[in-house]
């Protein structure tokens, strides 16, 4: 079946970077744009960026431009998001979604990743 | 703050109808027909209910339904059932980004 099988859970230091990993099965990789969405604790979604797996072309939200990085592996149908300079507001789950129809329709199980000294 | 606007909460009893709002602006809702709703239950992953307004994806349930006026968009749950208990999010494409509103929980009395 198609889905998105997410890396485990993150702890950083402020700072740091963190690198979360997307990998896709059950579908044609190259044939979806991947997004990445976060969700801090009680808070709602917010989006951070596309990436076209099909020749890697990426866009990214202003508020994370210079700061993150959408890469993609078509040889393990894998995307990964780096973050760097992380701070305490960064601390949320970090999904990734499968584009269609101008919708996600395919979601990640999220990662957890926590920022703290 | 969100780019859309949404209720904090809607609450209804079984079998009854609901209706959550979606308001943003004639740069987003108004002007595309790209409004998509989630349903996400606590601690789990969105899950995808309405696409491009008013269309409903493979196995959702025919008591969801969408809609769009204006600037607003709308959910609709009618024969509301205690699963249909979560938070609801809405989402439209505004070029080049995708913008979320604040999400909406329904309790299902």
């Known amino acids: 079946q198609v889905q998105l099988v997410q890396s485990g859970a993150e702890v950083k230091k402020p700072g740091a970077s963190v690198k979360v990993s997307c990998k896709a099965s059950?579908?044609?990789?190259?044939?979806?744009?991947m997004d990445w969405v976060r969700q801090a604790p009680g808070q709602g979604l917010e989006w951070m960026g596309i990436i076209n797996p099909n020749g890697g072309s990426t866009s990214y939200a202003q508020k994370f431009q210079g700061r993150v990085a959408m890469t993609g592996d078509t040889s393990t149908s894998t995307v990964y998001m780096e973050l760097s300079s992380l701070t305490s507001e960064d601390t949320a789950v970090y999904y990734c979604?499968?584009?269609?129809?101008?919708?996600?329709?395919?979601w990640g199980q999220g990662t957890t990743v926590t920022v703290s000294s | 703050q969100s780019a859309l606007t949404q209720p904090p909460s809607v609450s209804g009893s079984p079998g009854q109808s609901v209706t959550i709002s979606c308001t943003g602006t004639?740069?987003?809702?108004?002007?595309?027909?790209?409004v998509s709703w989630y349903q996400q239950p606590p601690g789990t992953a969105p899950k995808l209910m309405i696409y491009?307004?008013?269309n409903r994806p493979s196995g959702v349930p025919d008591r969801f339904s969408g809609s769009k006026s204006g600037n607003t968009a709308s959910l609709t749950i009618s024969g509301l059932q205690a699963e249909d208990e979560a938070d609801y999010y809405c989402s439209s494409y505004t070029p080049s980004i995708w913008v979320f509103g604040g999400g909406t929980k329904l309790t299902v009395l």
């Open positions: 004639s740069s987003d809702v108004g002007n595309y027909n790209r």
């Open positions: 059950g579908y044609t990789f190259t044939r979806y744009y």
């Open positions: 491009e307004v008013s």
């Open positions: 979604a499968r584009r269609t129809n101008w919708a996600f329709d395919i």
